[in-house]
């Protein structure tokens, strides 16, 4: 089992920038994957962003944060982190970490993230 706690969301003007962590705790030296995903109201979980943890560098983005936000990993701190550069309105959404073993998939409780215009 791995848990995942996330950290850092908030309110932020157009244009602003926020950096969401995530730990992991439990098993994570099975973790292969992690990533962020995140919900809208009204909407489905979508894919943010994930990294691989077996394939250092290997890293994969929504079309719509391409060039805006960033995924890294600290694997001392068992951490990944979400930087978020020239956010806008349609960036607002509970954002969840996300981590993936051959056991399954794990999500964090989620932090929210509101982009006021």
């Known amino acids: 089992q791995v848990q995942l706690v996330e950290s850092g969301g908030g309110l932020v003007q157009a244009g602003g920038s926020l950096r969401l962590s995530c730990g992991a705790s439990?098993?994570?030296?099975?973790?292969?994957?992690l990533g962020w995903y995140r919900q809208a109201p009204g909407t489905q979980r979508e894919l943010v962003a994930t990294i691989s943890i077996t394939r250092p560098g290997r890293s994969n983005y929504a079309d719509s944060v391409k060039g805006r936000f960033t995924i890294s990993t600290d694997i001392v701190k068992n951490t990944v982190y979400l930087q978020m550069n020239s956010l806008t309105p349609e960036d607002t959404a509970v954002y969840y970490c996300?981590?993936?073993?051959?056991?399954?998939?794990?999500w964090g409780q989620g932090t929210q993230v509101t982009v006021s215009s």
């Open positions: 996300y981590a993936q073993d051959r056991w399954g998939d794990y």
């Open positions: 439990g098993q994570v030296f099975s973790i292969t994957v």
